[in-house]
């Protein structure tokens, strides 16, 4: 299975901060990675797909990138509904696996 | 506009199975795969494993094989996901999810909560 390392595990940012989240894998998955939200209690939620494109209806203070092995995603002027718990994916291959999540709080 | 809608909370005794369902709507059913995730308390995400209804194929997580069953109905638009053989450590919320082919998770239902205890 191929392994995903989310970095860092959890991080303080204030209203109007830029964060930056990066994930890396354990063999090359070309862009086949993909970013999502998660707020306590409910389901995730896509934001970005192929490692830089964004799903329909994500704001575009999202961005992603990357690719081959290491990805990062971008949260621009974050906002109260930012601050939640961040998930990466990669599709590549069977099994699909995720980043143990980076839990973004308010400093 | 894509939406899944998944059954109820379930309560199963130790060594029961539990069958959870995911209703599709909107888009094409049958183009996409489904998957099954599970998190469990305060714990990360898990693929569980998928299928693309279209194809019939079916993929599952070599942690779960022999002990999880995912099956579709096309002509209800549904998925279930099956799981036998059930211990504690399986109380966990589980999703379904659709994406274009069988790791794509793009659109997800809301979760069931199923709750293994004696």
């Known amino acids: 299975d191929i392994q995903m390392t989310q970095s860092p595990s959890s991080l303080s940012a204030s209203v109007g901060d830029r964060v930056t989240i990066t994930c890396r894998t354990s063999?090359?998955?070309?862009?086949?990675l993909a970013w999502f939200q998660q707020k306590p209690g409910k389901a995730p939620k896509s934001l970005i797909h192929?490692?830089?494109s964004l799903q329909s209806g994500v704001p575009s203070k999202f961005s992603g990138s990357g690719s081959g092995t290491v990805f990062t995603l971008t949260i621009s002027n974050m906002q109260s509904e930012d601050f939640a718990t961040y998930y990466c994916?990669?599709?590549?291959?069977?099994?699909?696996?995720f980043g143990q999540g980076t839990k973004v709080e308010i400093k | 506009q894509v939406q899944l809608v998944q059954s109820g909370a379930e309560v199963r005794k130790p060594g029961s199975s539990v069958k959870v369902s995911c209703k599709a709507s909107?888009?094409?059913?049958?183009?996409?795969?489904i998957s099954w995730v599970r998190q469990a308390p305060g714990q990360g995400l898990e693929w569980m494993g998928g299928?693309?209804?279209?194809?019939?194929?079916?993929n599952y997580a070599q942690k779960f094989q022999g002990r999880v069953t995912i099956t579709a109905d096309k002509s209800t638009s549904t998925t279930y996901m099956d799981l036998s053989s059930l211990i504690s450590e399986d109380t966990a919320v589980y999703y379904c999810?659709?994406?274009?082919?069988?790791?794509?998770?793009?659109?997800w239902g809301q979760g069931t909560l199923v709750t293994v205890s004696s």
């Open positions: 999810a659709r994406g274009a082919g069988m790791g794509r998770l793009d659109y």
């Open positions: 909107g888009g094409t059913f049958r183009s996409y795969g």
């Open positions: 299928v693309v209804p279209i194809f019939g194929t079916v």
């Open positions: 063999q090359d998955i070309s862009n086949d």
């Open positions: 192929a490692a830089s």
């Open positions: 994916q990669q599709y590549n291959s069977n099994p699909p696996t």
